[in-house]
């Protein structure tokens, strides 16, 4: 049975929930896909925050380069959020060999090109399918299974934070800020939720899918991005008595050569496929003109679905070492 180690950069919410759901599921990893996962370091500054994982104290350090200067370790999990340091040090333990799996959606927007490029020069595997719809395997089955299809349309709800929010106020007539504290209690949104609730993590997931889908790079802050801040009560008694709900939507189009996309709250009647779509989860349309119209559903957020997708990277690239053919090249 071959054995992955792994490096993990950072042990917050996201590490934890893909540490536990190693936990969970390593045992059936092993059995099913023929894979030891195992993580061999951790890069943390908090060893002593309580979390529901069971972890050696004496796999932390605060240095990363024992990370990617560790000739064992195949695989670096880079969990830490932000731009940078994140992007640098994927950047590093590409140039030393490593592959490297993220959730980092900020990182890779901002920095799509540089990281790739240095994927493909190391000759090395980067995957980054949690950054974009938390447990949803999106971007997986857009350039595997898919990937036949010229991509005519993407629309959907890419946010679990704003979508709970939302549903709350909706079903529950909750006003915006209370409904922001739930969300914030459950862990749905950050103790500074700008990011989510003003459309910035929104834009960064639809810049990383027109990249992959339409092969052009848009970036995050030349998409026009409108977030819930401003949304009321009234606005959502409004909607109500025409028959329809508020989701904040993202939507980019390709016609011949020109793409446009925008981030918007956008009132859906009731009948319409994503009115439904409530509380953390996300809902993806996706239009192909071989496969004509697809919709992709599930939990957009949250520490063990998102950990589901990371851990999916972690065994792709496993399954790829034990061919000996682990290894990118930049087609875009």
Request: glycine residues 10%.
């Amino acid at each position: 049975m071959k054995q992955i180690n792994i490096g993990l950069l950072g042990l917050g919410n996201i590490g934890t929930g893909s540490y536990k759901t190693l936990e969970m599921n390593g045992g059936h990893i092993r059995d099913v896909v023929g894979l030891d996962l195992i993580v061999t370091r951790i890069l943390e500054k908090d060893v002593d925050r309580k979390r529901d994982i069971t972890v050696s104290r004496g796999i932390f350090t605060q240095d990363p380069d024992e990370i990617w200067n560790d000739p064992d370790i195949d695989v670096v999990v880079e969990l830490l959020g932000g731009i940078e340091p994140a992007t640098s040090f994927m950047i590093a333990a590409m140039n030393r060999g490593k592959h490297v799996v993220t959730a980092n959606k900020a990182a890779v927007a901002a920095n799509y090109e540089a990281l790739t490029d240095a994927a493909a020069r190391n000759r090395v595997m980067f995957r980054f399918e949690a950054a974009v719809g938390g447990g949803i395997p999106i971007l997986n089955a857009l350039t595997t299974a898919l990937s036949a299809n010229e991509y005519e349309e993407i629309m959907g709800i890419l946010n679990g934070t704003t979508n709970y929010i939302l549903t709350k106020m909706s079903e529950e007539d909750l006003p915006y800020a209370d409904a922001l504290r739930e969300a914030q209690e459950n862990g749905f949104a950050e103790a500074d939720p700008t990011a989510d609730v003003e459309g910035e993590d929104v834009a960064n997931k639809l810049s990383i899918l027109m990249s992959l889908v339409f092969g052009k790079r848009v970036r995050p802050e030349d998409i026009p991005t409108e977030g819930i801040t401003k949304i009321t009560k009234a606005d959502i008694e409004g909607a109500k008595a025409d028959g329809c709900v508020i989701k904040l939507l993202a939507s980019a189009f390709k016609r011949g050569d020109e793409i446009t996309c925008f981030i918007q709250p956008t009132m859906l009647n009731r009948s319409h496929p994503l009115a439904s779509v409530g509380n953390e989860f996300n809902a993806i349309f996706v239009k192909g003109n071989a496969v004509d119209d697809l919709m992709f559903y599930g939990k957009g957020a949250g520490p063990l679905p998102t950990g589901s997708a990371v851990l999916g990277d972690v065994i792709e690239i496993g399954r790829a070492i034990a061919k000996g053919a682990a290894f990118d090249l930049n087609e875009t």
